[in-house]
């Protein structure tokens, strides 16, 4: 927990100093220390250009994008422990969809100039599409059968496909906003602000709370489902709580930053050779790997290479293969 806690402090720092323009290392730990103990004969000594760099423009996108990649992980690690699938995440189960499809309903009615409009939006997508994919896995004749993970994944599958037709049908209809659309579901954290920062923080902290609260019960869960009934675990209030849960982590980021994934698939995958299936372990050390590795993509694509490609882009490219790799190292084992 230290050594990641450390190392996404360390990212923090270094992001902040790589840019168009450079600011060293010891400037920025100086302009940080500065700010957070409101020595303002500090700040009077500091480039006035560097300090709008750093309030204005990279410190709030690099937060911003760390608690996305930290809800992002911290909702696959739930939906993973929930259905007992390593396969599952807010894109398998067709809710990342619901949120961009309410997302972009938001877009082409105009409503983001009220910024709530979108996350509400995203929400509401989300959580119907949570729902629709509950509504289809379920059995009325066999209860338990019907909410395994393996219908709750292939219906959101299919939930995910008519809704990917139905973005395509709104990106259609778009006209001049279809580029606004296309770029956002490519994910971007271009432009973001304190107020994104403080949506995201403030679900993150909500989504993480109930995630350590039900921990044990996600252990208990990883039992089978009659072992944990009989440890006095809740199924069917746990289940739908830590669904709703991530469906919520889910569409705040995708609100926010757009169409990011491999992040809340891979990073559980990463972090559970270190600490195991313990969800106790799992979930803190997910969120702080996932703040982590969202935060290195970003830099990559906003100081390293020589133009800026989409979030989203960059991190298909590079987790997808990755987790091919650990998926066929693993199944030969």
Known sequence: MVFFSLFLVLMIITSLS????????????????????????????????????????????????????????VSGSLFQGI????????????????????????????????????????????????????????????????????????????????????????????????????FWLMGSFASKTWFDFQIVTLFLLIGFSVSIFYARDLNLISLGAKSAASLGVDLKKTNIILLVTGSMLAAVCVSVSGIIGFVGLLVPHMVRFITGPDNRKLIPLSMLAGASLLLFADTITRAVLPYEIPIGVLTALTGGPLFCWIFKKNRFK
């Open 83 to 182: 259905l007992l699938n390593p396969l599952a995440d807010p894109y398998t189960l067709g809710v990342s969809a619901g949120a961009a499809f309410g997302a972009c309903v938001a877009i082409i009615l105009n409503l983001s100039a009220a910024y709530v409009s979108v996350p509400l939006f995203a929400f509401m997508g989300a959580c119907t599409t949570l729902f629709v994919v509950m509504f289809l896995s379920y059995s009325s004749k066999n209860p338990m059968a019907g909410l395994s993970s393996n219908n709750l994944i292939l219906s959101g599958i299919i939930v995910g496909a008519i809704l990917s037709a139905g973005i395509s049908f709104l990106k259609f209809i778009a006209n001049e906003q279809v580029s606004v659309i296309i």
């Open 18 to 73: 790589l840019g168009y323009i450079n600011i060293p290392i010891k400037d920025i730990i100086t302009i940080l220390y500065g700010k957070i103990t409101a020595d303002l004969q500090i700040l009077k000594n500091i480039n006035a250009t560097w300090l709008a760099v750093i309030f204005d423009v990279r410190l709030p996108r690099i937060l911003t994008c760390a608690g996305v990649g930290a809800a992002l992980a």
